[in-house]
């Protein structure tokens, strides 16, 4: 397995401003991605994070509202830009392993007024 | 087709009994189905996962099922217990598409003692 951990662990957010959640993971991993959950919903893929080059992002996310970084194997960022409230979800990210299993980490709970 | 349909929503098991989640898909390029157990404020699990080669994989009181032919496969908890009162997604991946995981809807789990 892998432990991740994320900050911050939850925050509140005024309207228009920006958060980074910083993703950490124990061990180098080739793949790490980037997941929103929305109040009691499932997971959908944000992009995925690569180490040395832009971030894949899925269709309906840009990188204008979601830049992401990857310096090393170990870490990544997901900034969440111009917050509305419509952002207001759990962010997670995940890590995968051998055997394409992937880890997540705790998530941060982001509320924006 | 990338879809992974999950049912039901909800579900309600008495102690000792057997829960029962059910998933379909419809992309057949799909090569790996985990299953993920959720519990309040806390990021997925990784519970157990199959690939499309076996029909079962057991593992404690937690066994996948998989019907290949008829691109379904499910989740069944043997000897609930109120400790496995969680939402469980199912999702599916595939090699091709770097082994991002889509997800189906999740089940809420209720194990009464």
């Known amino acids: 397995s892998a432990v991740i951990s994320q900050k911050p662990s939850r925050d509140i957010c005024q309207r228009g401003t920006s958060l980074t959640i910083q993703c950490q993971v124990d061990?180098?991993?080739?793949?790490m991605f980037w997941y929103r959950q929305q109040p009691g919903q499932s997971l959908t893929l944000i992009a995925t994070?690569?180490?040395?080059?832009?971030?894949?992002?899925e269709s309906g996310f840009v990188i204008d509202k979601f830049p992401i970084s990857r310096p090393n194997l170990t870490f990544s960022t997901l900034t969440v830009s111009n917050m509305s409230p419509e952002d207001s979800s759990i962010y997670l990210c995940?890590?995968?392993?051998?055997?394409?299993?992937?880890?997540f980490g705790p998530g941060t709970r982001l509320t924006v007024l | 087709q990338q879809q992974v349909k999950q049912s039901p929503q909800s579900l309600i098991v008495q102690k000792g009994g057997i829960s029962i989640i059910n998933c379909a898909y419809e992309?057949?390029?799909?090569?790996?189905f985990p299953w993920y157990q959720q519990f309040p404020g806390k990021g997925p699990a990784l519970l157990i996962a199959?690939?499309?080669?076996?029909s079962e994989k057991k593992e404690g009181r937690f066994t996948i099922s998989f019907n290949k032919s008829a691109k379904q496969f499910s989740l069944h908890i043997m000897d609930s217990q109120p400790g496995d009162s969680a939402t469980y997604f199912c999702?599916?991946?595939?090699?091709?598409?770097?082994?991002?995981?889509?997800f189906g809807s999740g089940t809420r789990l209720l194990v009464r003692p």
């Open positions: 995940s890590v995968e392993k051998q055997g394409n299993e992937q880890f």
């Open positions: 061990s180098q991993v080739t793949m």
């Open positions: 994070a690569n180490q040395g080059s832009e971030a894949t992002y």
């Open positions: 992309n057949t390029a799909f090569d790996y």
């Open positions: 199959i690939r499309p080669d076996v």
């Open positions: 999702a599916a991946s595939m090699e091709d598409s770097s082994y991002k995981l889509i």
